[in-house]
C-alpha cells in the first residue's frame, strides 16, 4: 500500500525530536563545564555520543534478533522501535552514568523491549533498575561535576530554560514544550496521556497550594515530571490506545506519580508509570465497561 | 469529532480520456438472488429488457440484451463469491418489445408512479432500499451523492458530464413532485470541470443547489455523509446512479441496460472508462492473466483491498472500477498499539475489535484503518498478526 505513515517514519520523526534535548544536554552538562575547565572536550559530547550509540546498539540487537528468528534483516531494522527506545534510555539517565552500566541497562531494556510477552514500559525499568544498582553502589545522584562542586540554587527561570537538576535529555522544560506543540499534531503521539497525566498534576498541585504548603508547588514545574509525561507515558507502544483508556491511564498515572513525587521526587511519576503499565491491557478494557465513546455516533 | 482525511494527495491519478463503448458481448450473465423466481425457460428467445426474473421485493431482473436464455451458472461477483447467473447469448439483434418514448415533462408524473418505479428500480436511499416509501412524508432536502471514494474512479464524472440534462432534469422533478424547495447535488470540491460546466447549467434550475464536499475518504458512504453535513431522518441521499436511472426510466420509459466501468490506477499508462452491458464477463473486455503477474487489481477501491482474483468477474451494478497498481511487498509487522486505526475510524469504532459482531456489522469496510496501520495490517479484512 502506498501509505500514509510507517514505523520507520515514526521513529525518524521522534528521534530527530530529541535531537535537540540531546545538544541542549551537550550544553548544559558538557560545554558550561569545559568552559570552567571541569571535564574535557569528548565529555562535551557525552550526551550526544551516548544517544548515538544507544541508537546503534538498538541496531545491533535488531541486527541479532533476525539472524536468530532468520527474518529479513531490512524489513526488522527499518521497523524497528528499539532505536527509539534506546534514543530515549539514553535521555532518562544521568550523564554522568558509568558508561559501562549504562551499556549493560541498554543492552538489558532492548532485550527486554524485544520480548512480545513483557508489556511493561521497558524505558522506565531501566531508570529504575539504574537508580536500584546507583544506590547499591552508592552513586545515585543527577549532579554533573560542575553542581557537584557548587551549591546550586535554580530560580523558576532556571528551571524552565533547563539548568536545573535532572536526566541527560530532561532539563529543558522550554524545549520539551516545543517538542509537544510539535508531537500534538502527529496523528501517532497520544497527547490524551500527556494532557490528562498534566491535568491531574495541575489540580492536585492547586490543591496541595490551597492547603498552604506552597514548598511542594516545584514538582509540577519539575522537568522530570514533565519528559515523563511528554514522553516517556505516551510511549507509542507501551500505553493503552482507547480514548477513555488514555485519559485514565493519564489520570491514575497524575495521582499516582503526584503522590509518589511528594516522598520520591524525580522517581516518583516513574514508578507510577511502571505500576500501570502492567495494567495497560485493562485501561482499554474500560471502553467497554464504560458507556459508549462518541455516543453520537450510534444514532 | 473525528478529524477527516484526506487520501487523494497520497495518490496518482489517471484520468481516462472519454467514454469506450463496449456493448458487444457474447454472453451476459444476471446475478440471481436466493429469492428470485425465474419467469421463462432455458432455450428462451428474449428480447432485450424482458423481465427474467422476480425477487420477493417486487424487484424485477432484467436481460440487457436480446438473445438465448442458456441457464444457470455459476459466476465470481465482486466479492470473489460465486453466486448463480442467468446466462444470456446475444444474438446482437438488440430487440425489444417496448417502441422507444420520451416524456417531456417529468414533472407530471405522480407520486405514486415514481415511487413505484424507485422500487421496481430497487433504488436505495439513506442505504436503505425500503427508506424510499417514507419520501413523502417529512421531507425536508433530497442529496445526490456524486462523491467516489477511489480516486481513480471516474464514473461519476463522466455520468455528470455526459448526462447533465437528464439528471438536473430528473433532480428538479423530484422537487416538484415532492414538493421540495430544492435539492443539493453533492459533488467533490476536486472535480473542477464538472463544478465549472454545472456552474453554468444549473441558472436554469434554481431549485437544485451545488454543494461542494470536501475530498476526505470515505465521504461517499452514506454513514460518514451523515455525520459530515449532519443529515437526519427527513433528509434524503441518493446515488447519483440511481438518479440517472430513475430519470431514463421516467424519461424514455425504459430500463438502463449498460454501465461504466473504469480501469486506472497509478500504473495504467491509458487509464479507460467503458460503457458495457451490465452483467458482461470481465474478460471479454481485459485479459487480466498477465497483468495480475506484475500487478495487482482491485475492485471498486485500492483501500478496501478487494483483490481481483478471476478473470471471469461479472461486472454488474456493484463494479464500478478496476484499479491496476503495483504489488504490495510492505511487511506485516505485529501490532504496535499505536492506536492510530482506532483515531482514524470514520464512524468512530474499534478496529481492533473487528471480531465481535457488534463491532463488525457497522464496520464500512472502507480500509482506512488498514491503510494508516503503520504495521500494514489488513485490520479490516482480519489479516495479518493478531491484533
Redesign the interface.
Known sequence: MNKRIDNKDIVKNYIFLLIPLVLFSCYKNGYILFNKNLVTLLYVFKPLIMFVTAIIFAFLIELIYSNIKKVSIMGTIADSYLPLYGALFSLIVPVNINPLLFIFLLILILIISKLKFIKLNTLVLGRILFVIISLIIGKYTYLNVYEENVLVSYDLWDIILGKSVGASGATSIFILTIIFFVLITKNYYKKEITLSLGGTFLILELILVLFGNMSKLNILVDSEVVFASLLIAPLLTRSPYTKIGKISYGIVIGLLGFILCLFIPKEGIYIAILLCSIFIKYFDLLEDKLPKRRAKNES | M??Y?N?SK??IKKRPKDITLKLDSEFIYIPLDESSKILFNPGKVLKKETIIAMNNDNVPLINPVSGVFLGIKEMPNFENKNIKTLVIKNNYKEETSKKIASKRNLSKYSKEVVLLIMQRLNIKTNNDKSLFREIDRNIRKIYINALCDEVNNYNNEFRLLHNKDLILETISALNTIFDLEESELLIKDTCTEVISVYKEYLGSFPNINLRLIKDVYPISRYEVLQ?YLKLDSKDLVIDLEDIYRLGYALKRQRFVTEKLLTISG?VVIDPQIYELKIGTKLSEILDIKEIKEKYDIWINN?LE?NKLISNELIIDNNVNALII?DK?R??V??C?????C???CP??L?P?KLDQKEVNEKCLKCGLC???C???ILIHKKEGISL
Open positions: 473525528n478529524k482525511i487520501i497520497n495518490f455525520r497509478p485500492y483491498q497498481t504490495n510492505n511487511l509487522k505485529p504496535n498499539n499505536c492506536g492510530i482506532y483515531n482514524s464512524i468512530g474499534n481492533k488498514s491503510y494508516m503503520p504495521c500494514n
